[in-house]
């Protein structure tokens, strides 16, 4: 165990390094044969409110032969005292250096984490490069949504897992003690995981470019590597193991509650977004088992909040039934229930008047474009007059300050769109001094504006990048056509943005310019604090890559990066989806009707369950 005490009196909060929370598993490292560090690319506040490390937590440390411990990035106090006193990188449980460790396993939530991964490695001591590793060091892996496109990161983890991870995380636990019993050297595991379906190992595969620098070919050079990688997806939500206790944080983190998820999935097929086309098919945990969950939790952890977790909680089927069950408990317990992702077209003041007993909390509706025809190009599917209905009801309750969210530097935008959003914002001051009993106090609508950022699996994958120019233009543009003081605005800083598109649909060759970000001393560059541009550009130049080529709009032609994965949703149906956004046209959600997408490839039979 490092004596770390001497240090924290130095940091800002030494209490996101202590560990010894309540319910945090430790266990005799004598008896255990895996030591697993999970790996939370940001800080303890951020990494700390994830779901799923706690279930991925959960789960491995469930295994007698397994400790998983949490490691997270320090914060920049913190790193200085530990280079300072060459203290490494260490899990909290144990307070061990994760050094030896037998695997690091990162999630990838964002692409603006990747130089704390290599941070994190380097203060391990662990090689940055995976073929710079040895028989000795650790595997790195890594999963998350970004893992979908992995060829970023393709030279710096050893492998990474595809998918939801409960069921092969312990595949490749068994298969990690069958190699090490077997005496085998790191190249055989690998080769080993690479057939279990789910896992793609990077230094199985070969690329090869063409003179214009996309890619000519991606091939597997071993028989044990598939052509194709498949999703994992867990096929009964209700039978997969999920917490009965959450570490319970001595400090405030970013979300301080108890999230249960009541399905993965959507129906509804936002044009834009990655994490509605990725997680397809839908299946739910049946009300029953959620609140079974939530009743074991609020036992385990005393926490006065409960969230519902999914990327569009109303259209979860058995929603009255869930609200019933959990408001009997929460009220009695004193404890706020939250709903976010409610839409705007089935907002319901009854339902957030009875949520909202014990506390009342803001509201937030994502109306994401602001006319009517940019909303029906991402095929969003709500009506301007959905938003100013619900905002009227919710004025009509009491509320007084509405969050919206748009996007701007979407495909097919123009100013007239940028236009729409101050307009609607508008409109929705207006609604309050119709129908507001209390007009001395002044509504407040605060507008978050994002930059659209083209992501793979979507049907704009091969739309082309505002610039940030462009981008800062239009926020101009925006911020201009606010008149009205109840009206606040915020945005992303446009730069940011860009660096984040390059990553996401990057290749093989934005590695030597994370190595080369991670020399000049880039770290947390999420963080509008740390962030710098100027040693991105000068990565970028050090690696002679051009970052405007990551950018350009793609041909349908085009081999992608992420193009060996197959997700269920088929290439054939995201090429329909943007023509159709070039006419404007819109697709009804699952339930209204079948797209043919192909993730009914994935289900048992054949059959999504919003079909059966």
């Known amino acids: 165990m490092l004596n770390i005490d001497n240090i924290l009196k130095n940091v800002q909060k030494p209490s996101a390094y202590t560990g010894g929370e309540l319910n945090s598993v430790v266990k005799n490292a004598d008896e255990v044969k895996i030591r697993y560090g999970f790996c939370f690319p940001d800080t303890y506040e951020v990494g700390m409110s994830h779901l799923g490390m706690k279930i991925l937590y959960h789960v491995l440390n469930e295994r007698n032969d397994t400790w998983c411990e949490r490691v997270f990035a320090p914060w920049i106090d913190m790193e200085e005292e530990m280079r ?47 073929s710079e590793r040895g028989e000795g060091d650790p595997f790195v892996n890594a999963g998350g949504p970004c893992a979908y496109n992995p060829e970023p990161l393709a030279e710096i983890c050893d492998f990474f897992t595809m998918g939801e991870g409960e069921e092969v995380i312990n595949e490749l636990m068994d298969a990690y003690s069958e190699w090490k019993n077997e005496g085998g050297k790191r190249i055989d595991y690998l080769k080993k995981i690479a057939k279990i379906e789910g896992i793609y190992v990077p230094c199985l595969y070969d690329v090869q470019y063409n003179e214009d620098n996309t890619i000519k070919a991606f091939t597997p050079n071993c028989p044990e590597a598939p052509e194709k990688v498949t999703k994992r997806i867990i096929k009964e939500l209700d039978t997969v193991s999920f917490p009965d206790k959450f570490i319970v944080p001595y400090t405030n983190i970013v979300h301080d509650r108890i999230s249960i998820e009541v399905f993965r999935g959507c129906i509804r097929g936002c044009r834009f977004c990655q994490a509605g086309m990725i997680y397809r098919p839908v ?100 009506t301007e007059e959905d938003l100013l209905r619900s905002a009227r009801l919710a004025f ?21 769109d940028i236009l729409g959003i101050a307009d609607l914002a508008h409109k929705v001051v207006e609604e309050y001094y119709k129908v507001s009993k209390n007009k001395k106090r002044p509504p407040s609508v605060n507008i978050g504006v994002s930059s659209f950022v083209p992501k793979p699996f979507t049907p704009f994958e091969w739309a082309e990048q505002n610039n940030r120019e462009e981008l800062r233009r239009k926020q101009q543009l925006l911020k201009n056509a606010i008149t009205n003081r109840h009206v606040k605005y915020s945005y992303h800083e446009s730069d940011v943005s860009v660096l984040e598109g390059i990553f996401a649909r990057g290749d093989r060759r934005l590695n030597k310019v994370l190595i080369e970000a991670h020399k000049l001393g880039c770290k947390f560059d999420s963080w509008n604090e740390t962030f710098d541009m100027e040693k991105w550009n000068e990565a970028f130049k050090n690696a002679n890559v051009n970052p405007d080529f990551y950018v350009r709009e793609r041909e349908y032609s085009d081999l992608f990066p992420w193009d060996f994965v197959n997700i269920g949703v088929t290439k054939e149906f995201l090429k329909r989806e943007n023509e159709k956004a ?31």
């Open 84 to 130: 300072k006193t060459n203290t490494p990188l260490f899990a909290l449980e144990s307070r061990e250096s994760v050094r030896h460790f037998d695997f690091l396993g990162f999630t990838l939530q964002y692409e603006m984490s990747y130089t704390n991964i290599l941070n994190m490695l380097d203060l391990a001591g662990v090689p940055l490069l995976s």
């Open 283 to 382: 299946r739910e945990k049946s009300y029953k088992t959620l609140t079974e969950d939530a009743i074991k939790l609020i036992n385990s952890t005393g926490y006065e909040e409960l969230s519902l977790c999914s990327l569009s909680t109303s259209d979860y089927t058995e929603f009255p039934l869930l609200a019933e069950e959990l408001l009997k408990v929460t009220e009695k317990e004193k404890i706020g229930l939250s709903l976010p992702s409610l839409r705007v077209d089935n907002f319901s003041l009854d339902l957030m008047e009875k949520v909202q007993k014990v506390r009342k909390s803001g509201l937030t509706f994502a109306p994401e474009a602001g006319t009517q025809r940019m909303r029906d190009v991402i095929n969003k599917n709500v």
């Open 396 to 416: 009509e309750g009491g509320w007084t300050t509405i969050k919206l969210y748009f996007m701007i530097g979407l495909p097919y935008e123009t100013d007239e």
């Open 582 to 612: 070039k006419q404007a046209a819109t697709t009804p959600n699952c339930r209204e009707k079948c797209s043919a997408c192909g993730a009914n490839t994935l289900c048992e039979g054949g059959k999504c369950s919003v079909t059966k």
